[in-house]
């Protein structure tokens, strides 16, 4: 079994900031791609990043700039900071680990953008 626990997300001014983190545990698998996904209300879940246990990130274009993933593989933790946030990343924000053909999400945390 995988678990996969968001912390970090809250209510932001527009142009601030955030970092969002997920702790993976359970068989974890050395190989593995970690990421967020997001959505908003009303709208489809959409990739945000994601970051291959060797090094290999991928951002939705939206993000490019303003969104870093990075992680601590010791940890078996990704972060997600935020820069430059605008009200149209207000979404439910969701961790994701791929391992071995199997998907996994974490529950969830809220992430709103407004003044």
């Known amino acids: 079994q995988v678990q996969l626990e968001e912390s970090g997300g809250g209510l932001v001014q527009p142009g601030g900031s955030l970092r969002l983190s997920c702790a993976a545990s359970?068989?974890?698998?050395?190989?593995?791609?970690m990421g967020w996904d997001r959505q908003a209300p009303g709208k489809r879940r959409e990739l945000v990043a994601l970051?291959?246990?060797?090094?290999?990130?991928d951002y939705a274009d939206s993000m490019k700039g303003r969104f870093t993933i990075s992680r601590d593989n010791a940890k078996n933790t990704v972060y997600l900071q935020m820069n430059s946030l605008k009200p149209e990343d207000t979404a439910v924000y969701y961790c994701?680990?791929?391992?071995?053909?199997?998907?996994?999400w974490g529950q969830g945390t809220q992430v709103t953008v407004s003044s």
């Open positions: 994701t680990l791929r391992q071995s053909g199997r998907d996994y």
């Open positions: 970051l291959t246990s060797g090094g290999i990130t």
């Open positions: 359970g068989n974890i698998f050395t190989n593995n791609v």
